[in-house]
């Protein structure tokens, strides 16, 4: 048949081979195309590709043949896939046609495609890298594009189903308005990422600027917008098909961890900081563990993983970063990764080991107040199982953030026996209650040791078997039978139906 010899020879167009000049600017500069991160991604044979002979809307200055040649797919290949057995929406823009810019057909093909994944509730992986709207395209009757759909209609996606945004070099404007609406952006090493461009910063009057100093990765990832760094594009595919397994139907084949490695995890002295993440580690399945936003508000810790098959998210206080105090920047990871785990039916495991939270006056700069309480707001509002391990420190209002809200509210919150507690900081609470006392007690030696032994019983009253016994948690354990506990407790509840009607993008 002359007519499928033609559809052939149009498809063919699109592919790499037809292109070798457009490859040979990927590989200078180490990058992939489009259509091999598709193919990566993807399982095999299980693409159908939408929209793929679309072209720019630029036919009143370039022949039929020059659009193909120069536009294919106008710069967005789009389509539904299996990824790791999931259908799911592929949306990737192509850096190679017009420098990633989003067209007119690009964006008629976006809402189409958007409209689908809405409907069928599909994940989404988005591959955002290049420029916002393209001022070339001279076939559509508007002057601004301001009633454009697309972004609008892809917020509305938040906490219907899983959406990762992958960006390898240069996302601005429209892309990045897209990329910050995704739950997970995964970014690599040579990543820059600004709601303007170059040109739209020296358009402003803002001075001149190469792209690489707009939003570098190092920039992006200290400020939170970028929830996991990888070296490459071939990483960035392998951790969101990771990333998208942790949303699958059913309990996953585990091993794990000798966990009797738990009874030695912390030092003995109380006072001295420790790793947290080798607990996690140890604590999950093995290679189950995705931390998120590793480099932003870095006293709490945020990850995927998964206990005996089944996906979970973990927080835990980090006791090597403000040791293990709340700041403005944390409460807002912990708050936004509490939604995230609510809005996909994953219960949320909390390690907590906090003094509360961060105070002081520069810590009041930073809008605390506003901040800290987004985990309380936030917890109150959860469907999913909360579950509290007190590893060592459990005092304030910052532990009761890291229980839900109070010790009450999780399915259970249990200690170790390393556990202490209290309203406050032992010591700050000895000198509130006993100032009058301590202020008259004119020997610093006999103050001091009036102070002490008022903190080493309060220190004692507030040990984890002292606090079990007044019932304001629910036991004391053997960290070794901690992963028992998470996981027994999980065995009695129903899976999930996911209610959050979005995800808050910060």
């Known amino acids: 048949m002359d007519s499928l010899k033609e559809l052939r020879q149009r498809l063919a167009q699109n592919q790499d081979e037809a292109r070798p000049a457009a490859v040979a600017r990927r590989r200078k500069t180490g990058q992939r195309t489009v259509r091999e991160n598709i193919h990566d991604l993807v399982d095999e044979g299980s693409f159908c590709e939408y929209g793929g002979l679309a072209v720019a809307a630029q036919r009143q200055r ?52 958007l409209a689908i994944a809405r409907d069928q509730r599909l994940p989404v992986v988005l591959f955002a890298e290049g420029g916002g709207g393209r001022p070339n395209d001279t076939d559509m009757p508007l002057v601004a594009g301001l009633d454009t759909t697309s972004f609008l209609a892809f917020a509305a996606l938040s906490g219907l189903a899983p959406r990762v945004g992958i960006v390898s070099g240069r996302c601005f404007a429209g892309n990045a308005a897209l990329l910050g609406c995704c739950d997970v952006i995964i970014a690599t090493e040579n990543s820059t990422i600004g709601m303007g461009g170059p040109a739209m910063i020296e358009g402003g009057g803002l001075g001149t600027c190469t792209p690489e ?25 392998a951790v969101a098909k990771r990333y998208l397994g942790y ?16 009874r030695t995890a912390l030092p003995e002295r109380r006072r001295r900081a420790y790793k947290v993440r080798p607990i996690v580690e140890v604590l999950a399945d093995t290679g189950s563990v995705l931390e998120l936003r590793r480099d932003f508000g870095r006293s709490i810790v945020t990850a995927l993983a998964r206990i005996e098959g089944r996906a979970v998210g973990v927080l835990a206080n980090d006791p090597f970063h403000l040791g293990g105090a709340i700041d403005s920047d944390a409460s807002d990871k912990a ?8 809005a996909f039916g994953l219960p949320i495991v909390s390690l907590c080991d906090t003094p509360g939270f961060m105070v002081g006056p520069r810590a009041e700069t930073t809008a605390l ?4 309480s987004r985990m309380f707001v936030t917890a109150a509002s959860l469907s999913v199982p909360f579950l509290t391990v007190v590893l060592r420190k459990g005092y304030g209002l910052g532990a009761q953030a890291m229980a839900g809200g109070h010790f009450h509210a999780p399915l259970f919150t249990v200690a170790w026996p390393t556990g202490e507690f209290g309203g406050m900081g032992l010591e700050g609470a000895v000198k509130l209650a006993m100032r009058k006392q301590l202020d008259a007690i004119g020997d610093p030696e006999q103050k001091k040791q009036l102070f002490d032994s008022m903190v080493a019983y309060a220190y004692d009253r507030g040990k984890a078997m002292s606090m079990a016994s007044y019932l304001e948690i629910d036991a004391v354990i053997d960290p070794a039978d901690t992963r028992g506990w998470i996981a027994r407790a999980l065995a009695s509840v129903p899976r999930h139906e996911p209610r959050r009607r979005f995800i808050d993008t910060w």
Do not use: W
Request: charged fraction near 25%.
């Open 62 to 113: 370039l022949s039929a043949e020059e659009l193909i040649a120069e536009s294919p797919a106008d710069g967005i290949v789009t389509g539904i896939g299996a990824v790791a057995g999931v259908r799911t929406m592929v949306l990737a823009y192509d850096y190679t046609v017009f420098a990633g810019t989003q067209g007119f057909m690009g964006h008629k093909k976006l809402d189409r495609m």
């Open 213 to 237: 100093e707009v939003g570098p990765i190092d920039v992006q990832t200290r400020n939170g917008v970028v929830d996991v760094r990888v070296a490459n594009e071939g990483e960035a595919v």
């Open 247 to 262: 949303f699958g139907a059913g309990p996953a084949p585990f091993l794990c961890d000798d966990q009797e490695k738990l």
């Open 335 to 342: 708050a936004r990764f509490m939604q995230l785990c609510d």
């Open 369 to 372: 107040v506003r901040h800290t």
